[in-house]
Every structure is written in structure tokens, then in C-alpha cells.
């Protein structure tokens, strides 16, 4: 009789494990439209175009978005505080954490954060194209999207995965002009030192 309880308990634990898996894999929010598969966030630069993939669920589509902040000073600054209820999302959900949320502004952009000031921006829209293009608002280098959804009653829905969120990173343009400013800046310093 034990063995069959713990039996039935351990395969409950699994099922809750896997549903919440696949809850954050049934959307992506990819930069091109024809989707996406990357092991970390997506790096974008310059565009404001982005496209919402996988089952459309006809519920209202959101934007998480995170504004990296280099101090403990942002709104999403403690590990043991989840990313909605800083947004005032119920749900349930525990992904992300801001731990991952870190590591990944790392892996994408390669800066070092302590935190975010994360809000949510309401697209006005529900899901129900796939893929479902969307604008992107303007934010500082940095700043991290993910998108999802709530249902009628504004319960958490689908949440992307870190595979199939994008992060604001500079355009090459603009970091060949920053490289020219430099190269430019070097030999201006080296000519007034031959002058001098």
C-alpha cells in the first residue's frame, strides 16, 4: 500500500514537472517569422519587428520586459521574488528566476547585472495567428523581452523559454561607428603626443 502511494506520488510530481515545462515551451517570440531555436535569448539590434509563434491560444498577448540595471536598485532585485509577482501577474508560474534572468543578459549581451526593472506592456491584441507579428517598444541596450499571455480571468497563460526570448543589443552599424569614434580618438592622442 506504501509503495503504491509513493508510486502514484512520484508520478504525479513528474506530470506537474513536465505541464510546467511545456506551459513556457507552447510560445515563442522569435525575430524572424518563421521561428526560432536558440539555447539562450535571442540577440536583436535595430529592429522592432518580432513574431509570436506556436499554438495561438486566443488569449491576450503581453510583453515582459526586463531593463537591465547594474545594482540592486531595480524592481525585480531579489531571487526570492518571482518576475510576476513584480508585475502583478497571478498565476503561478516560477519561471523565470532572476538568477537565470542574470545569466542570460550575460550570455546575450555580455553585461554583468543585478537586477531589472522589469514592467509589462498590454499589446492590445489576443493571439490567434501563427506567427502573429508584434512592435517591439524602444528600450536601452539590454533590455529583454519575453512575451505571454493571460486568460479571461488574467491568470498567467504561456510564458516564452529563454530559447525564444530576444535581447536588445547594439546594431553593427552602430558599433562600427563606435569603433571608428575610437580608432579616431587613439590617433588624436598620438598625434598631440609626436607634437608635444
Known amino acids: 500500500m506504501k509503495q503504491t502511494l509513493w508510486r502514484g506520488m512520484a508520478l504525479l510530481a513528474v506530470c506537474l514537472i513536465a505541464g510546467a515545462l511545456a506551459k ?3 510560445i515563442h517570440l522569435c525575430d ?11 540577440s536583436i539590434g535595430g529592429t522592432t519587428t518580432a513574431f509570436v509563434s506556436g499554438n495561438a491560444t486566443g488569449q491576450e498577448l503581453f510583453l515582459a520586459i526586463l531593463a537591465p540595471v547594474s545594482d540592486t536598485s531595480g524592481n525585480w532585485n531579489s531571487n526570492g521574488t518571482t518576475l510576476w509577482s513584480v508585475l502583478g501577474v497571478s498565476g503561478g508560474s516560477t519561471f523565470p ?3 537565470s534572468a542574470i545569466s542570460q543578459e550575460l550570455i546575450g549581451t555580455g553585461m554583468s547585472v543585478m537586477s531589472f526593472n522589469a514592467s509589462s ?4 491584441t489576443l493571439w490567434t495567428t501563427n506567427p502573429q507579428g508584434i512592435t517591439l517598444p524602444n528600450g536601452p541596450i539590454g533590455t529583454i523581452y ?7 480571468n488574467g491568470q ?3 510564458v516564452t523559454p529563454w530559447s525564444s526570448s530576444l535581447v536588445n543589443t547594439p546594431e553593427p552599424s552602430s558599433l562600427l561607428l563606435l569603433g571608428a569614434g575610437l580608432l579616431g580618438l587613439f590617433g588624436g592622442r598620438k598625434a598631440m603626443k609626436e607634437k608635444a
Do not use: K
Not at 506592456?121 to 492590445?124: A, F, Q, R, W
Open 24 to 26: 513556457a515551451d507552447d
Open 146 to 152: 519575453m512575451a505571454f499571455t493571460e486568460d479571461s
Open 97 to 99: 528566476n532572476l538568477n
Open 121 to 124: 506592456l498590454d499589446l492590445g
Open 32 to 42: 524572424v517569422s518563421t521561428g526560432c531555436s536558440s539555447g539562450s535569448v535571442i
Open 156 to 158: 498567467l497563460g504561456l
